[in-house]
């Protein structure tokens, strides 16, 4: 079973990118966690480098097995992961007003991060069978708006917003890969514009507060408002060259909420300036188009739809997560892969990492 | 169909990849600009707003409703406390302030040093709280030498302010500080560590109409901390004021009557369900809750063998003893086991099987038809009463008149009190019923436990003419500018299991207990005033263990409970009342007496309004102060006094 070609053929470049960007997450995480006050939490960033030990395992695995076995097992990874996300619902730890948490003795972990790969595989599987150059029709796209749908639907559930609306546009993006049908674009395009409306009113009221404070912070001054606002203080602040490592005042003084995690990039652009923001930014296109890259070069439909999702998954949360804390986006909660602190978040991007690497390293493999 | 269709193939993969990477690239360049925009064109501007952390934000809590009795009088409002805090980076050099700050307000400056030492590792920007509400003169001391002391802050905030200490004090609750259960229970999704939420009381029930909304500023402030610029305000929601039905001179009066023992005292419109009195004694002093109580003032409270924590109306469970022959009486009424005509002769007990059950009377009462078996309480008579219906019929009635289930009052914990069925204590204890029990029963003693309240109901759906209404302590909330938002609705609950003429010739009994010249009540009547009732003494004791003592000679704990339920005026009555006395004595002696006092204060008008006028003259003295945040907002000099962002009240 074990080919010398895996050797030769193996995504060396990707792991040195993944390293570089892991490292440049863990000292921005030392900083969050060390300068933050009133308590300093350094156990997180210890653990944090237990949850990259975990991460790698994840990673190691997963490019071992051959992703094309993915495609037999997806029904089933499907399967639990959505079985997760309804066990949680009902049975979850109960955090700051949500249900997302599943507790597996010591440590807890977020099923909606695993139904993101879950929900990428199933549609790969789904696309790579029925794929013509003319796109997928309305009635082809049942299957997988209902394979999205569900674990949407028990995401915002719980409530959250961030992540449900993540698994969408990854979905999306997949989609819109893969081409839709002309006529069947138009459709989807008009109907969404008379059910926007509809969805509005399903939203709770603090996520209707969320969107409509996006586009007009004022609207709560002593919340998100405050939040955008000092969040781009702290990255504004960084200038050009930035503050230095560990000189952030905005993450020093707690001005910057959830600074480890969905803020965490403030923490960054403070202390390394515009030359280090665009650095990292660099780091993640690079990430990105390596991935696609990946995708170009591989000669089969599912490890090629498979790739174009995993790297979807990438871009959507670094665009929503930078975006967020520049003001362009609104607030919710997503985290910045490899860079946020938090278990489910670094070893859903890690498992992502090593199917990537074992995409990459099979594409000789065709036939 | 299809087939003409090329199906996709790598080349079209790759065509189309090559435009997600484009997209993506421009979507990369989009951040790129923005962080261009922010980090390189404004960022003088935002380095310069972060050099001094200017923008902070200051929490206003909410101005939380106040409470009012029915006429108006005020109970509850808030008063403004001052906070005492330092801000360590403005207060440089700190040792020196602190020594001048502890002459001041009369604090060893080791006790400062601590709370400051407790603190350590907190933002220097965010005040460490010295010392909560300081009195006048350590305001007044402070102010006046606020520029040799930097970095002290005043803050001034709403308190909590029970006006009539210790009345009402089981309906009304109080607050104290959240705890970390309840900050995690999710119950509480605006609250923070440090907050006053209501624990008891109408204060828990009504939290959410009382809290209203908590709002804040966004404000500029310069190197010394002080306040440069307002930025944004979002102005605290007062909360509703809530009037309750009760009425604050019977409350008063019942708490006087009841002064130094224990028992409750309750009172209900009946035409309504308005609860006009809830007295529960002893009681406790709502503002220890809210200024901190010590863990010894804490543990006096608990330990207290009368229970003061109790409100005894509601979760008080008492053998309701001979006020139970009311029910009994309608049971027998009802079943046709007895009429008006029937007699029973009483010689002083009666011999089921071949036990004997005496009356209170050892004597007897002779000739006994229903009329005078309520007035005089013959035991005897209701014993073949009870014997002829049954228990399982008479557990019917019971729970048909409202016993034996709550209330369903708007108050947390009531008591569902205990009636006993031939099956209940099969399930209980796995022993039959045993036919002498029933007789036990019939006179409202044995298994029979009943809450004050639920005699209420009983009394007051007497009173009406049979039907029971929901007791009501909610009579309307308003908004701060007085919009009636709530109005309590008056509700039935049911209808006594009563014919016309079974109410009248139990009404007719229970107007003799007070106005038959051997009525157990006599003592009640008052010229003027009809008044209608039944009294109870529950034995703590079996009766044939009595020892040969008179009543007065008896330690207290084997003194009988004392009972009263009464309505009046018999006819048309305006109030209904039950009165319950723990190891008070007698029914007639102990708590028919209060019952008659306070059926006095509410029916003769003229005293009645007399001392209204009184309160009410008092109540314009402690008239409701003004929300915090109806004032001006502070002027740029206090500002940098008030960095919890109120101004200062006088």
């Known amino acids: ?367 | 169909m299809g087939k003409y269709l090329k199906t996709a193939d790598t080349d079209w993969y790759k065509q189309r990849l090559t435009r997600v990477m484009l997209c993506v690239s421009g979507a990369f360049f989009i951040l790129l600009l923005r962080l261009f925009y922010l980090q390189v064109i404004e960022g003088q501007e935002l380095r310069r707003l972060s050099e001094n952390n200017c923008i902070r934000l200051q929490s206003t809590d909410a101005f939380r409703g106040m409470i009012f009795d029915r006429n108006g009088i005020l109970l509850v409002d808030n008063r403004p406390a001052f906070d005492l805090s330092i801000i360590l980076k403005d207060a440089k050099p700190v040792d020196r302030t602190i020594e001048k700050l502890a002459k001041l307000i009369d604090v060893p400056v080791s006790d400062l040093m601590k709370k400051i030492g407790n603190n350590k590792g907190f933002s220097s920007y965010k005040p460490i709280l010295l010392k909560q509400d300081i009195g006048r003169d350590c305001l007044a001391a402070v102010e006046v030498r606020k520029f040799d002391l930097p970095g002290i802050v005043l803050n001034v905030k709403p308190r909590r302010h029970y006006i009539k200490t210790q009345s009402a004090a089981h309906l009304i609750g109080y607050l104290s500080e959240i705890n970390s259960d309840e900050l995690k229970s999710g119950k509480y999704p605006e609250c923070k560590g440090g907050d006053f939420i209501g624990k008891f009381g109408v204060e828990k029930v009504f939290e959410r109409l009382l809290k209203g909304g908590r709002g804040g500023r966004q404000v500029e402030v310069n190197v010394m901390g002080q306040v440069v610029k307002v930025l944004k305000t979002v102005d605290a929601l007062p909360g509703q004021n809530i009037y309750l039905t009760i009425d604050y001179i019977l409350q008063k009066k019942a708490e006087a009557l009841l002064e130094g023992a224990a028992g409750a005292v309750v009172a209900m419109d009946p035409e309504t369900g308005d609860i006009l009195v809830m007295a529960s004694s002893p009681s406790f002093d709502q503002n220890a809750f809210v200024d901190g109580m010590s863990h010894k003032q804490w543990e006096s409270l608990i330990s207290n063998s009368l229970r003061p924590m109790e409100n005894k109306a509601i979760q008080g469970e008492y053998p309701p003893a001979s006020t139970f022959k009311i029910v009994t009486a309608i049971a027998g009424l009802e079943e046709g086991v007895i009429d008006e005509n029937t007699t029973v002769t009483c010689p002083g007990y009666y011999k089921y099987g071949n036990r004997i059950y005496r009356c209170w009377r050892h004597g007897g009462h002779g000739s006994v038809n229903i009329f005078k078996a309520l007035a005089e309480s013959c035991d005897v008579f209701f014993y073949q009463v009870g014997q002829k219906v049954g228990i399982d019929r008479l557990a019917f009635y019971a729970k048909a008149c409202g016993l034996g289930s709550a209330t369903g009052i708007n108050l947390d914990d009531e008591a569902a009190g205990l009636i006993p069925s031939a099956a209940w204590k099969k399930r209980r204890t796995g022993i039959a019923w045993q036919g002498g029990e029933t007789l036990s029963v019939a006179i409202g003693q044995g298994y029979n436990l009943s809450t004050p309240l639920q005699m209420l109901v009983l009394s007051s759906a007497l009173a009406n003419g049979g039907t029971k209404y929901k007791p009501l302590i909610l009579k309307s909330v308003k908004t701060v500018d007085g919009n009636i938002v709530i109005h309590g609705k008056k509700q039935v609950i049911g209808r006594l299991p009563a014919s016309e003429k079974t109410l009248a010739i139990v009404k007719k009994g229970l107007r003799e207990v007070v106005n038959s010249p051997k009525g157990t009540a006599r003592i009640a009547h008052i010229k003027g005033i009809d008044i209608s009732g039944k009294t109870g003494t529950a034995q703590v004791v079996g009766r044939h263990n009595e020892p040969n003592l008179s009543e007065k000679d008896m330690p207290d704990q084997y003194k009988p409970h004392a009972w009263f339920v009464a309505y009046a005026p018999s006819v048309d009555p305006q109030i209904a009342i039950a009165v319950f006395v723990e190891h008070g004595g007698h029914g007639s002696s102990a708590a028919a007496p209060i019952a008659r006092e306070i059926i006095r204060t509410y029916l003769e008008k003229d005293e009645y309004s007399r001392q209204l006028k009184a309160e009410s003259i008092k109540n314009l003295g402690a008239s409701p102060r003004l929300p915090l945040q109806a004032r001006p907002p502070a002027e740029q000099g206090e500002a940098a006094w008030g960095t919890s962002g109120q101004a200062q009240l006088e």
């Open chain 1, 1 to 367: 079973m074990f080919d010398r070609r895996f050797v030769t053929y193996f995504d060396w470049g990707l792991l040195g990118l993944t390293f570089l960007i892991g490292l440049f997450g863990l000292v921005t995480l030392y900083s969050a966690v060390t300068s933050a006050t009133p308590t300093p939490q350094k156990a997180l960033y210890f653990k944090q480098i237990v949850w990259y030990c975990i991460g790698m395992t994840g990673m190691v695995l997963s490019f071992l097995i051959n992703y094309k076995s993915l495609y037999r097992w997806s029904p089933a990874i499907y399967a639990v992961c959505i079985l997760l996300l309804i066990y949680v619902l009902m049975m979850g730890k109960y955090v700051g007003g949500a249900r997302r948490w599943l507790i597996l003795g010591p440590v807890s972990i977020q099923p909606s991060e695993l139904v993101k790969i879950a929900v990428v595989i199933s549609l790969a599987r789904y696309y790579s069978k029925f794929a013509d150059t003319r796109g997928f029709s309305l009635r082809e796209l049942l299957t997988p708006f209902l394979l999205t749908a569900i674990p949407f639907i028990l995401i915002v559930k719980q409530p959250d917003l961030g992540t449900a609306m993540v698994v969408v546009l990854i979905a999306g993006f997949i989609t819109i890969f893969v081409k839709i049908e002309r006529r069947s674009l138009l459709y989807i395009i008009i109907s969404c514009t008379i059910t926007g409306p509809l969805v509005w009113f399903l939203l709770k009221g603090y996520q209707k507060e969320r969107i409509l404070t996006f586009i007009n912070p004022d609207r709560d001054p002593l919340g998100a408002g405050y939040h955008i606002i000092q969040s781009k203080i702290a990255i504004g602040s960084g200038m050009i060259f930035g503050k230095g490592f560990l000189k952030g005042t905005q993450n020093a003084l707690s001005f910057l909420p959830e600074q480890h995690t969905d803020f965490i990039f403030s923490v960054l652009a403070e202390e390394w300036g515009f030359v280090g923001s665009v650095v990292i930014l660099f780091l993640f296109l690079t990430l990105i188009i390596w991935g696609l890259n990946i995708a170009y070069r591989c000669r089969d439909p599912f490890g090629t739809i498979l790739a174009v999702g995993i790297t979807a998954m990438m871009f959507w949360q670094v665009f929503i997560n930078v975006g967020m804390a520049m003001g362009l986006m609104p607030i919710v909660g997503v985290t910045l892969p490899f860079i946020s602190y938090g278990g489910s978040s670094i070893i859903s991007i890690m498992i992502c990492v090593g199917l990537l690497m074992s995409i990459s390293m099979r594409r000789f493999l065709i036939e």
